[in-house]
C-alpha cells in the first residue's frame, strides 16, 4: 500500500510560488503581447537604455532608503501612489480590444482607484497580493514591450548582480525588506503559513517577465515560454535549497535570470538545429 504524502508548510509554500509565478508570466505575456501588436509601441533597443532604467532603480532605491531612515511614514504614500499608478497601467492594457479605441483610460482609473482604496480599507494579505500582482503584471508587461531584447537582457544582468550586492555586502534591501514587511507594505507577495508569513519580492517576479516579453517580441511564443520555463525551474531549485538553510536573506533574482537565459538559449538553438 503506498504511502501518503505529507504536505508540508514547505510544499503549500513552492506550489503558492509556482502558481503565483505561472500567472504572472502567463498574464504578462498576454498583456505584452497586446501590446506588441500596436504598431505605434516600438521597442528601443541600444544598450545604453538597459543601463539608464538600472541607473534609475538605484536612484529609486536611494531615494527609498532615506524615506526609511528619516520620515518611515511616507511609505505608505509610496505603496498607495505606486498601486494606483502601476494597476491604472495594468487595466488600461487589459481593457485594449474590449472598449472603443481611445476609451480605455477612465474605466481604468476607475479600477486602479478601486484597488488603491481596498489598501486604505482593508490593509490585508488579500489585498497586498492582489494590488501587488496586478503591478507587477502591468509594469513588467508595459517595460518588456518597449525595451527591445539587448536592454531587457542587459537590465536583467545588472539587477541580478545588484541583487547579490544588496543582500550580501551592502545588506541594504535586507533594511528594506525588512521595514516593507512591518508596515505590511504592497511591495512583497505574501504566502501565510502555520508558522509565519513567507515573503516575496516583486522584483523576483516581474523582471522574468521583462525579458520573456522582450524575447517574445524578438523570438517568437515558443522561446519566450522555453525562458519563463527556465527561471520558474530554477526558482523552484533555489527555494527547494533555500528552506534547508533557514534564518537567512539570499537574493532570488540571480538564478532566475540564470534559468531565464538557459531557457532562452536552449530554445534559440534548439530553432537552429532542427
Known amino acids: 500500500m503506498a504511502k501518503k504524502v505529507k504536505i508540508t ?6 506550489l503558492a510560488l509556482f502558481a503565483l509565478f505561472i500567472v504572472v508570466q502567463a498574464v504578462g505575456l498576454y ?3 497586446k ?18 532604467i538600472f541607473v534609475y532603480i538605484l536612484f529609486s532605491t536611494a531615494i527609498i532608503l532615506l524615506i526609511i531612515k528619516y520620515i518611515k511614514r511616507f511609505l505608505r ?3 498607495l501612489l505606486a498601486i494606483f499608478v502601476s494597476t491604472e497601467i495594468f487595466f488600461e492594457i487589459l481593457l485594449l480590444g ?14 486602479a482607484l478601486t484597488v488603491t ?21 502591468g509594469v513588467g508587461a508595459l517595460l518588456g514591450a518597449t525595451l527591445g531584447f539587448l536592454p531587457a537582457l542587459i537590465l536583467l544582468g545588472l539587477l541580478a548582480i545588484y541583487d547579490v550586492v544588496a543582500v550580501f555586502k551592502t545588506k541594504h534591501m535586507v533594511t528594506m525588506a525588512k521595514e516593507i514587511v512591518k508596515q505590511k507594505l504592497a511591495f512583497t507577495l505574501a504566502i501565510p503559513t502555520p508558522q509565519h508569513v513567507f515573503q516575496l519580492g516583486g522584483g523576483d517576479l516581474v523582471m522574468p517577465l521583462v525579458f520573456s516579453v522582450a524575447v517574445l517580441r524578438e523570438f517568437g511564443l515558443v522561446t ?20 534547508k538553510r533557514p534564518g537567512r536573506a539570499y537574493p532570488a533574482l540571480p538564478p532566475v535570470t540564470i534559468g531565464a537565459i538557459i531557457g532562452w538559449a536552449f530554445a534559440v538553438l534548439a530553432g537552429v538545429l532542427v
Open 224 to 243: 519566450a515560454l522555453a525562458t519563463v520555463t527556465g527561471s520558474m525551474l530554477l526558482l523552484m531549485l533555489f527555494f527547494a535549497w533555500l528552506f
Open 77 to 79: 504614500v509610496m505603496e
Open 117 to 137: 482604496a481596498s489598501r486604505v480599507f482593508w490593509k490585508n494579505i488579500l489585498t497586498q497580493n492582489i494590488a501587488m500582482l496586478l503591478s507587477i503584471i
Open 98 to 111: 474590449f472598449v472603443p479605441a481611445g476609451a480605455e483610460f477612465l474605466p481604468a482609473v476607475a479600477l
Open 35 to 52: 501590446l506588441i501588436a500596436i504598431p505605434e509601441i516600438q521597442p528601443v533597443t541600444g544598450a545604453v537604455y538597459g543601463v539608464g
Open 9 to 14: 508548510a514547505t510544499h503549500r509554500i513552492v
Open 31 to 33: 498583456l505584452g503581447s
